[in-house]
């Protein structure tokens, strides 16, 4: 099982960056395809990015292609999002999640464990 906890939302003005981070227990952390998606209110989730358990491949919603970038340090058990450019319509709470064995899916569903989420709110 994993437990995961993101940091590092916050509020920021257009055009501004912030970088999130995801911390995962336990010692199995390369095993698990690493993704992030976001919801806004009265919307579904949506996916943003992903990347596969060696790092070496990474996986961008079309609205957030060469904006964001995820990275992952499996000898820390950290996922990271760095987000730059922000815009209004990114803000969303964002969520971590781990999909055992995968590849980067863009699917919610594939994914077998989340985090609570952290608030990132872009100001115009």
């Known amino acids: 099982q994993v437990q995961l906890v993101e940091s590092g939302g916050g509020l920021v003005q257009a055009g501004g960056s912030l970088r999130l981070s995801c911390a995962a227990s336990?010692?199995?952390?390369?095993?698990?395809?690493m993704g992030w998606f976001r919801q806004a209110p009265g919307k579904e989730r949506q996916f943003v990015a992903a990347?596969?358990?060696?790092?070496?491949?990474?996986y961008y919603a079309d609205s957030v292609k060469d904006r964001f970038t995820i990275s992952r340090d499996n000898a820390k058990n950290t996922v990271s999002l760095q987000m730059n450019s922000l815009k209004p319509e990114d803000t969303a709470v964002y969520y971590c999640?781990?999909?055992?064995?995968?590849?980067?899916?863009?699917?919610?569903?594939?994914?077998?464990?989340w985090g609570q989420g952290t608030q990132v709110t872009v100001s115009s």
């Open positions: 999640a781990a999909d055992l064995l995968g590849y980067g899916s863009s699917r919610s569903y594939d994914y077998d464990y």
């Open positions: 336990g010692r199995t952390f390369s095993r698990y395809a």
């Open positions: 990347v596969s358990r060696s790092g070496d491949r990474e």
